[in-house]
């Protein structure tokens, strides 16, 4: 079976790469209309496949997905979207969140795992989140009329938090 699968995807990856002009060499794994697949972008979407398993079937899925993206976008950049305001309002934002994700990491990478003791430290030394926290029951809550009062009529029949 895993064989099976295994001719199946190396097969869809050899059709889809057939249609590019050039061949790949050195680092460049694929070419997809004319568009370079380079092996540090299998090895990133590689970084990111279940383990285990067969690698080669594993590798050759991370390859046929890398194709099956690089052949989307050429379509959708042949579509012009790429240059649609929206596309790029989206792609800073991205680009941005990327940017943000990625500094949580480099901080948080050598900080170290607080020991028990530092943990016991922090629970002592903040009593009104831990020992002494405050748990509240509310019976009612009171707001401000809103300024169309038709909206509450259908939370008469509720008589319980729960409920609303």
């Keep these: 079976m895993r064989s099976k699968a295994l001719t199946i995807l190396l097969m ?6 057939t249609g590019c002009k050039r061949s790949a060499t050195g680092q460049v794994v694929a070419v997809v209309n004319g568009e370079e697949v380079s092996l ?10 279940p383990t285990g398993g067969d ?7 991370a390859l046929q997905s890398l194709i099956n993206r690089k052949l989307l976008v050429q379509q959708a950049r042949d579509r012009g979207i790429d240059k649609d305001p929206d596309y790029l ?6 680009d941005d969140e990327v940017m943000i ?11 170290p795992v607080p020991s028990a003791a530092d943990i016991d430290r922090f629970i002592a030394s903040h009593p009104e989140m831990f020992a002494n926290r405050m748990v509240y ?8 009329l809103p300024a169309d009062p038709s909206g509450l009529k259908a939370l ?3 008589h319980t938090l729960d409920a609303v």
């Design 40 to 49: 540090s972008e299998l090895n990133g979407e590689l970084k990111n496949a």
């Design 55 to 61: 690698k080669e079937v594993i590798r050759a899925a």
């Design 137 to 144: 029951a509310i019976d009612q809550i009171v707001f401000p």
């Design 89 to 94: 309002q989206q792609q800073r934002r991205m």
């Design 12 to 17: 869809a990856s050899a059709i889809a790469v």
């Design 101 to 111: 994700g990625m500094l949580g990491q480099q901080v948080t990478k050598n900080v």
């Design 156 to 158: 008469e029949a509720d």
